[in-house]
């Protein structure tokens, strides 16, 4: 199976709004967001310029931001239990450049590691194991909280999983929009050829261990138009079936991660052509002949 997750600035709609604000004044009714439950979730929390303090409550636990620079992730029945009936994950990190007035905070959370990166920058990675606890399992509810007295606002964006394969080719289109985009794509263990068409240019992987970034306009243009920068990474390990991309692009460069590992990076410069500008379209499309689910 070969399953994508879209995930940026506007997505889905989720409670009228895919980035879904928060602050302290509504903690007593609380933001609940559901998804989708399955162990690979993806979300992300603009956090303001001047910093704050905010903490998202899981299921299984919860993630937590605060001094601009310092953070925790809890996770229940973990460890020996000495926390809350749980182990909490303390974490230091550089404070964060502010980037259209706000830092963004994109998680990647499977049943194996929990990462958190901003602007494509992994902060901080915890690798699960079998004393855990319930952050082997999968996140289906997140309630926000503000713990700063300040009038900040926070914002959340969570999505799901769109499953696509070869005989629905073009049928799966996402709009998106924003200088900021994180989506994800799981490929089958026994491989595939698919590829992702935005209205910037396309993004594809191929042969198991091959892909390409394309971006229209870009550099001489001697390649149908733009420039496509081909790459390749060593072949990755299958887990739960599947290998998951998580993508991130922003107006400065374009990254491929599985499992936390940065695979693939492309700086972006004067020559970049439609790659400088934003992702608003996202097109599936699967070219193995096999009767593979994407």
Same mark, same amino acid.
């Given at each position: 199976?070969?399953?994508?997750?879209?995930?940026?600035?506007?997505?889905?709609?989720?409670?009228?709004?895919?980035?879904?604000?928060?602050?302290?004044?509504?903690?007593?009714?609380?933001?609940?967001?559901?998804?989708?439950?399955?162990?690979?979730?993806? +979300?992300? @929390?603009?956090?303001? &310029? /001047?910093? =704050? !303090?905010? *903490?998202? %409550?899981?299921?299984? #636990?919860? $993630?937590?931001?605060?001094?601009?620079?310092?953070?925790?992730?809890?996770?229940?029945?973990?460890?020996?239990?000495?926390?809350?009936?749980?182990?909490?994950?303390?974490?230091?990190?550089?404070?964060?450049?502010?980037?259209?007035?706000?830092?963004?905070?994109?998680?990647?959370?499977?049943?194996?590691?929990?990462?958190?990166?901003?602007?494509?920058?992994?902060?901080?990675?915890?690798?699960?194991?079998?004393?855990?606890?319930?952050?082997?399992?999968?996140?289906?509810?997140?309630?926000?909280?503000?713990?700063?007295?300040?009038?900040?606002?926070?914002?959340?964006?969570?999505?799901?999983?769109?499953?696509?394969?070869?005989?629905?080719?073009?049928?799966?289109?996402?709009?998106?929009?924003?200088?900021?985009?994180? +989506?994800? @794509?799981?490929?089958? &263990? /026994?491989? =595939? !050829?698919? *590829?992702? %068409?935005?209205?910037? #240019?396309? $993004?594809?992987?191929?042969?198991?261990?091959?892909?390409?970034?394309?971006?229209?306009?870009?550099?001489?243009?001697?390649?149908?138009?733009?420039?496509?920068?081909?790459?390749?990474?060593?072949?990755?390990?299958?887990?739960?079936?599947?290998?998951?991309?998580?993508?991130?692009?922003?107006?400065?460069?374009?990254?491929?991660?599985?499992?936390?590992?940065?695979?693939?990076?492309?700086?972006?410069?004067?020559?970049?052509?439609?790659?400088?500008?934003?992702?608003?379209?996202?097109?599936?499309?699967?070219?193995?002949?096999?009767?593979?689910?994407?």
């Amino acid at each position: 199976m070969l399953v994508i997750t879209i995930f940026a600035l506007s997505c889905t709609v989720i409670s009228g709004s895919d980035w879904v604000p928060f602050t302290k004044n509504n903690n007593d009714k609380g933001k609940r967001v559901g998804i989708s439950g399955n162990r690979n979730n993806v +979300h992300s @929390v603009r956090m303001p &310029c /001047n910093g =704050g !303090w905010f *903490k998202l %409550y899981y299921n299984t #636990g919860h $993630f937590e931001i605060f001094a601009n620079n310092r953070g925790n992730l809890f996770c229940k029945n973990a460890g020996r239990k000495n926390w809350y009936g749980g182990e909490v994950y303390d974490f230091n990190f550089a404070q964060q450049s502010c980037v259209n007035g706000f830092v963004q905070f994109d998680v990647v959370k499977s049943a194996h590691y929990f990462v958190v990166s901003v602007n494509g920058k992994q902060l901080y990675k915890k690798d699960f194991n079998s004393y855990s606890g319930d952050c082997l399992q999968g996140i289906n509810r997140i309630t926000t909280y503000v713990y700063d007295k300040r009038a900040l606002s926070f914002y959340l964006n969570a999505q799901s999983w769109l499953a696509f394969r070869k005989e629905n080719n073009y049928h799966n289109k996402v709009s998106v929009s924003g200088s900021h985009n994180v +989506h994800s @794509v799981r490929a089958p &263990c /026994n491989g =595939g !050829w698919f *590829k992702l %068409y935005y209205n910037t #240019g396309h $993004f594809e992987i191929f042969a198991n261990n091959k892909g390409n970034l394309f971006c229209k306009n870009a550099g001489k243009k001697n390649w149908y138009g733009g420039e496509k920068f081909d790459f390749s990474f060593p072949k990755q390990h299958c887990v739960n079936g599947f290998v998951q991309f998580d993508v991130v692009k922003t107006s400065k460069d374009f990254s491929v991660y599985v499992s936390g590992n940065r695979i693939y990076k492309k700086d972006f410069g004067s020559y970049s052509g439609d790659c400088l500008q934003s992702i608003n379209r996202i097109t599936s499309h699967v070219y193995d002949s096999r009767a593979l689910t994407f």
